[in-house]
């Protein structure tokens, strides 16, 4: 899937905060403690949530997206 520049920043910030807390869950787990687990999932949920929610941002760039793509028709290819 194609992103902008400004998906890629977005995705660069949140994996920026996610890592730390990842690495904190991995510590956690090679000491023995299992609430390494939770830190992993919340910087699992972290990038996912950033990746597949759809935020009031969003909105009108889809909104222009489906009007542009109901008023203009891709060209077909015309055989000769």
Do not use: H, K
């Not at 660069?12 to 609430?35: E, I, M, R």
């Not at 009031?56 to 290819?77: K, M």
Request: charged content about 20%; cysteine-free.
């Amino acid at each position: 899937m194609a992103r902008s520049i400004t998906g890629l920043l977005g995705l660069a910030g949140t994996v920026v905060f996610a890592v730390p807390v990842a690495l904190l869950g991995l510590d956690y787990l090679v000491s023995g403690d299992p609430l390494g687990l939770a830190f992993l999932a919340i910087a699992a949920g972290m990038v996912l949530a950033e990746e597949y929610l759809f935020r009031p941002s969003d909105v009108p760039a889809a909104i222009l997206q489906r009007v542009a793509g109901a008023v203009a028709e891709p060209p077909e290819d015309e055989e000769e």
